[in-house]
């Protein structure tokens, strides 16, 4: 199991049913969302977000000369991905931190209306004008 209280970056072993990967945790990389993590996978050769819950279970400690032969095949690697992870999530919370220079939008006020209809109108109180649509349609028809 891997524990990362004790150790700044963690090298270990990704246990899956799609087979087993060396991942690199480091404790000084970026707060990932809440409930991820952010592991470096060496067979993708790239710092990817994980669900905490789910790979903590399947993540595993190396033993002492596995570690060391990791550690000198892919700290290059690593190191190179970190500063690559870093200065993206840099010009991501400098882009974060710019206050926004829209101007502000006004927001419409709806007129109220003036005296409530309490009351239904007929069609007799209402003016119908004249366009003479329905004497055109009839002359069309005929045709």
Do not use: C
């Not at 072993?13 to 060396?22: K, M, P, Y």
């Not at 190179?80 to 931190?97: G, N, P, Q, T």
């Amino acid at each position: 199991m891997y524990n990362t209280a004790k150790k700044q970056v963690w090298f270990g072993e990704l246990r899956t049913s799609r087979g087993t990967s060396i991942v690199v945790h480091d404790n000084q990389l970026p707060d990932a969302s809440p409930g991820r993590i952010y592991l470096f996978n060496v067979n993708r050769n790239t710092i990817g977000e994980y669900v905490e819950d789910i790979v903590k279970v399947n993540l595993h400690e190396l033993e002492t000369e596995q570690l060391q032969t990791v550690k000198a095949e892919h700290n290059a690697a690593w190191i190179a991905a970190r500063s690559e992870f870093m200065v993206k999530h840099e010009a991501h919370i400098e882009l974060s931190s710019v206050p926004d220079s829209a101007p502000a939008t006004k927001s419409k006020a709806i007129p109220a209306l003036e005296e409530p209809m309490d009351e239904v109108l007929d069609d007799d109180d209402m003016e119908f004008e004249d366009t003479g649509f329905e004497a055109s349609m009839s002359d069309d028809s005929d045709d």
